[in-house]
Structures are given as structure tokens and as C-alpha cells.
């Protein structure tokens, strides 16, 4: 299994049978190195559907004949254009034929604005817990710090976390540092962060306050390098 990062809140996972994109921002993400005209997958992720995360969900979906999977307004929502979607709720898991996927709470908001400026409501945000392989892989979405990730940490052996540091409209640097304390993980990646000028940190800032895991951070492109088998 490979999994990738891809700039902002982007990630891409291989498996031998399925490839999957997680809050697929690609066109207008400076950070990226992806073009999504080319991208193959089969399986799309949402935390949630602010434009920076929904992205190029509907033309890779389209294109891919590929599921949605997220929370039941944002996938009812995708399912009304004519996508395949499977609707999940915060604290539901569910065993896909590709490994297992659970969503858990997020504090932030969660909507997506339309070209014409509609505003659909998409439900509570959410963070992503997806087991392949025997690797569990948490991606927190955009979030704020909050307590009962202690209780994800205590019931998930968390493999790899993605964690947001851009402050601002999440966690910044310290509280990050403090959510790898309650979450565990072996390795932690900083994601959501220097695409906009509110977002604006230092990764290295962060990784040196983090002393209960390996930090990597990854350029666009970049793949986690396992440590632990």
C-alpha cells in the first residue's frame, strides 16, 4: 500500500485493487502537483464540502465511475448529480470490500458553494478513519482540537494521521502537537496549511513541539515512508 500527499488537505492512497483520494482539491490548489484530468480513482473520501476539500469531486467521480463516500447530506447532495455515493454518519463504520471506513467528529462548519454562489448545506464535518491492509489511517479533516480524540486514539491503533496545523480555520501548530498526544499515532503528517495566506506556517515549527511520534513532513508528491511493520 502507498499513500501519498498531495498539497493542502489531499491525499491519495494505492492498494493493489483500489486507488483513493481523500478531500480531492486539485484544480486552483496551488500547492498540488496533481492535474485531476488524468487522475484514476475509484474511491473518494469527504470530510467535508468547503470547495478547498470537495474540489474536483464531481468530474473525477463522473469520469472514474467512482463512490462518494460521506456524511448522508453531503453524499445526498453528490448522489443529486448523478454520482454513486454511499452515505455514512459521525461514529459509523461500515466493512466496504476494500477494508473498513468510520467517520468521526470534526469541529468546523461544513457547506459547498455552487458557481452561480448557492450555499448547500452538507451536515457535520467529520474526520475519516480508514483500515486497509492492516493499516489504519486517520484523516482529521479540518478541525479544531477537541477531547474525545483521546477516545479515537484509545480505540484505533492509528497507523498514520494527517492532522490540519494552518490555524486559523483549524488547529494550529501547538494544538496539533497536543492532538498527536491523545491520538497516538505511529506517524503524523501536517497537512492544511500555506495554500492561503491565513494558513500561512512553518511544518518544522510543529514537528519540534511533537515528541510521541514521527513526524514526516511531505512535499506534493510525497509518499510516507513506513516504519513499523
Known sequence: MQISYHGHSVVKIKTNTHTFLI?????????????????????????????????????????????????F????????LGINTHAMGIGGAYDFDFGRVKFTQAFHSNSYTTENGEIIYGGMPSGVLLTLQGKTIYHAGDTAL?????????????DVAFLPIGDNFTMGPEDAAYAVQLLKPQIVVPVHYNTFPPIKQDPQIFKSLVETAEVQVLKAGDFVQWTRE
Not at 73 to 80: C, D, G, I, N, P
Not at 147 to 155: A, E, F, Q, S
Open 23 to 71: 478531500d480531492p482539491f486539485i484544480t486552483g490548489n496551488g500547492q498540488t502537483d496533481l492535474n485531476a484530468s488524468e487522475e484514476k480513482v475509484d474511491v473518494i473520501l469527504l470530510t467535508h464540502g468547503h470547495n478547498d476539500h470537495f474540489g474536483d469531486t464531481v468530474d473525477l467521480a463522473k469520469r472514474n465511475n467512482a463512490t462518494v463516500i460521506a456524511v
Open 73 to 80: 447530506e453531503l453524499a445526498e447532495y453528490v448522489e443529486s
Open 146 to 158: 477537541f477531547g474525545d480524540m483521546k477516545l479515537i486514539g484509545d480505540r484505533h491503533d492509528i
